[in-house]
Nanobody
Framework: QLQPVESGGGLVQPAGSLRLSCAASGFTLAYYAVSWFRQAPGKEREVVCTINPRDSITHYSNSVKGRFTISKDDAKTTVYLQMSNLKPEDTATYYC???????????????????WGQGIGVTVSS
């Protein structure tokens, strides 16, 4: 089954850092735009950031700009989300999603993604 797999979540203290990974299984992410989403308990899913296949152009939501960095390792078919200066409001289940072949922005609809990961929990708490 073609599905991205997230890893690297867990518990971290406020102001700490964490790196999430999104690994492709059965396909290469080199030709896909990849986004990270998150969903906190009782809240709607929201897009966090996106990296495009062409030139690896990135987009970030205002809530994470300057703190989170998305990057792609084409050789290992993995996309990373480096999270720094974490805040309790970053607590959520984080998902990666991929769409083939073209550049997208933060407003790309959920239904427009080809593959979704199962999600991984991140808790920011002292």
């Amino acid at each position: 089954q073609l599905q991205p797999v997230e890893s690297g979540g867990g518990l971290v203290q406020p102001a700490g850092s964490l790196r999430l990974s999104c690994a492709a299984s059965g396909f290469t992410l080199a030709y896909y735009a990849v986004s990270w989403f998150r969903q906190a308990p009782g809240k709607e899913r929201e897009v966090v950031c996106t990296i495009n296949p062409r030139d690896s152009i990135t987009h970030y939501s205002n809530s994470v700009k300057g703190r989170f960095t998305i990057s792609k390792d084409d050789a290992k078919t993995t996309v990373y989300l480096q999270m720094s200066n974490l805040k309790p409001e970053d607590t959520a289940t984080y998902y990666c999603a991929a769409v083939a072949g073209f550049d997208i922005g933060l407003g790309h609809p959920f239904s427009g993604y080809d593959y979704w990961g199962q999600g991984i929990g991140v808790t920011v708490s002292s």
